[in-house]
């Protein structure tokens, strides 16, 4: 795995000062602010987390924005009262200062589908739907064993819709989502905008859903860290658990300092 991180006395002088003023943060919820948890309504948010976050974009100057699979009206409840710039559904909504930017439209065959995976669920215990008006996902986290049967019926049912969606395949889940909708093009529009635009990206997630933001990132000569080493990553560098995540976090706001070494000095400990 490399390190995009280069030594201190490698840097020049103004490539060392303040970090904090040079970074933009993306930062998954599920899997990287929360953990993972049997069924999506489950998750718990620590509740030092928001102000924390809300403490850290003022150090960054604005440049913090979730970049997540859930959608903006989620988010917003489980940080309330605090708001942030978000990029949901995979980046099929982004919000950017208060102001709806992009709004993916719903697929017209998707109401179809809904009910063939609806159908699905009911005739077999564990399997969940969620569906998120823009896209719909299907959980088979509670029925492990249920996983070919599931995904086969997701790809099948995508195929079926047409080009206008693809299917995202993350942990013991499977979403249909708009075709124009990703983490990546989500982090590389946010990055185009004055709060963010000239900055250093550093983008954190957990999962396969994750790995077009690592991408992303790495291509701007940013910070890609994914959360666990169950897998294969795009990533350059690794957090053990949102627990290490969140740690980063909540110094990085009390100090208010945030570096790109916080992760790096994490992830060689």
Request: no cysteine.
């Amino acid at each position: 795995m490399t390190t995009l991180i280069e030594p201190i006395s490698a840097r020049s002088a103004s490539d060392t000062a303040p970090a904090a003023q040079q970074l933009a943060l993306f930062l998954d919820f599920d899997g990287t602010l929360v953990e993972i948890a049997p069924s999506p309504e489950d998750v718990k948010l620590d509740r030092r987390v928001a102000p924390a976050l809300a403490a850290l974009r003022g150090t960054l100057g604005g440049a913090l924005a979730l970049v997540s699979g859930r959608p903006i009206a989620f988010l917003d409840a489980m940080l309330a009262p605090h708001r942030f710039d978000i990029a949901g559904l995979h980046g099929a909504q982004i919000r950017l200062d208060g102001e709806l930017h992009a709004q993916s439209a719903q697929p017209g065959s998707l109401r179809e589908a809904l009910r063939d995976l609806v159908r699905f669920a009911n005739s077999h215990v564990g399997i969940l739907v969620e569906d998120k008006r823009v896209s719909v996902a299907l959980h088979w986290r509670l029925a492990p064993s249920l996983q070919d049967e599931a995904l086969a019926l997701m790809r099948r049912t995508a195929a079926r819709i047409g080009p206008g969606v693809r299917l995202q395949e993350g942990k013991s889940v499977a979403e249909i989502v708009p075709a124009n909708a990703s983490k990546g093009h989500a982090i590389a529009w946010l990055m185009a905008k004055p709060a963010y635009a000239g900055r250093r990206p550093v983008f954190i997630g957990d999962d396969i859903t994750d790995e077009d933001g690592f991408a992303a990132v790495n291509a701007m000569g940013g910070l890609s860290v994914r959360i666990g080493a169950d897998r294969e990553s795009q990533a350059g560098l690794r957090l053990a658990s949102p627990t290490a995540l969140r740690h980063i976090l909540l110094e990085a706001a009390e100090s208010g300092h945030l570096s790109a070494d916080d992760f790096a000095r994490t992830n060689q400990d």
